[in-house]
């Protein structure tokens, strides 16, 4: 098991930038993937970037050129640099860490999740 702790999010005018952060209780080096998704009132939770074990990452379109995801394992840490943020990115953001895990017999998929975090971004 890990708990995953993000924190960085707040309110911010157009253009501005935020980098948000997720902490994880253990090492993150056994993950398959980690990312960001984000979901805003009324709608369903999106995906907007992830970073797998081999360092790739990919993002959605809409934020494509103004974020970037990034790791630090040392510090069990995955971050989210905002940049040029715009009204429409407004939503409660949340990590997500996958692993899988073996029992001596079986891989078992494991998936974690944080609690959010609030960006606000005003107009």
């Known amino acids: 098991q890990v708990q995953l702790v993000e924190s960085g999010g707040g309110t911010v005018q157009a253009g501005g930038s935020l980098r948000l952060s997720c902490a994880a209780s253990?090492?993150?080096?056994?993950?398959?993937?980690m990312g960001w998704y984000r979901q805003a009132p009324g709608k369903e939770r999106e995906l907007v970037a992830t970073?797998?074990?081999?360092?790739?990452?990919n993002y959605a379109d809409s934020v494509k050129g103004r974020f970037t995801i990034s790791e630090d394992d040392a510090k069990s840490t995955v971050y989210l640099q905002m940049n040029s943020l715009k009204p429409e990115d407004t939503a409660a953001y949340y990590c997500?860490?996958?692993?899988?895990?073996?029992?001596?017999?079986?891989?078992?998929?494991?998936?974690?999740w944080g609690q959010g975090t609030q960006v606000t971004v005003s107009s």
């Open positions: 997500k860490m996958e692993e899988t895990y073996f029992n001596g017999q079986l891989y078992i998929p494991q998936t974690y």
């Open positions: 253990r090492s993150i080096f056994s993950m398959n993937a």
């Open positions: 970073i797998y074990h081999d360092g790739s990452t």
